[in-house]
C-alpha cells in the first residue's frame, strides 16, 4: 500500500488544509493497486485453469475426475503400487457412482453421509486401493464427493 494511502500517515495530516484531496487522491491510489492486483490474480487463474484443463484432456478425465484422481494419488504408495490407468478408472467410477447417490441433504444427514462413505471404501477395495492411507484418502474424497453433490444440486 503506498504511504500516501496508509492510516497513519492520513491521521497525522488530519488538521491540514486540503485533507479531502489527500484522501480522495489515497482512496483512488489504493483503488489503482486494487486493480491491478486483480488483473493479475485473474490471469494467474485463467492459466491454472487452462493448465487444469490441459491436464483433464492428457488424463482423459473430465474436471470432476480429475479432482478424484488427485485425491486418490495423495497416497504415494497407492501411486507406487497401482498404475496410472487404474487410478483414473476409480475416479471415473467414483464420480460416476457419487452422481448417481446424490441427494439434496446428503451432506447434513449422517446415513447418507455414511453411505457415500461405505461406497467410496468399496470402490477403493474393489480395484486394491493400498489400505495404509485409505481413511486419509477416503476423508479428501468424500470432501470432493460433498463438492460434486453441491454443484450437481445447484445445476
Not at 66 to 84: I, K, P, W
Not at 98 to 124: F, H, N, P, Q, Y
Not at 130 to 144: I, R
Request: charged share 30%; proline share 2%; aromatic share 4%.
Amino acid at each position: 500500500m503506498p504511504k500516501e494511502a496508509r492510516w497513519a500517515h492520513l491521521q497525522s495530516r488530519a488538521k491540514l488544509t486540503g485533507i479531502g484531496k489527500e484522501v480522495d487522491d489515497a482512496m483512488v491510489a489504493r483503488e489503482r493497486d486494487n486493480r491491478r492486483l486483480k488483473g493479475s490474480l485473474n490471469k494467474k487463474l485463467a492459466k491454472e485453469l487452462s493448465t487444469s484443463d490441459q491436464r483433464g484432456e492428457d488424463l482423459g478425465l473430465s474436471f470432476e475426475e480429475v479432482a478424484f484422481y488427485d485425491a486418490l494419488t495423495n497416497n504415494e504408495s497407492a501411486v507406487q503400487a497401482m498404475s496410472d490407468v487404474k487410478l483414473r478408472v476409480i475416479a471415473a467410477e467414483l464420480v460416476t457412482q457419487v452422481r448417481k447417490s446424490v441427494t439434496i441433504d446428503w451432506t447434513v444427514r449422517e446415513s447418507a453421509g455414511a453411505r457415500i462413505r461405505v461406497m467410496v471404501k468399496r470402490i477403493l477395495n474393489k480395484y486394491g486401493y493400498p489400505p495404509d492411507l485409505q481413511e486419509e484418502a477416503v476423508k479428501t474424497l468424500l470432501m470432493q464427493a460433498e463438492l460434486l453433490c453441491a454443484e450437481v444440486g445447484a445445476d
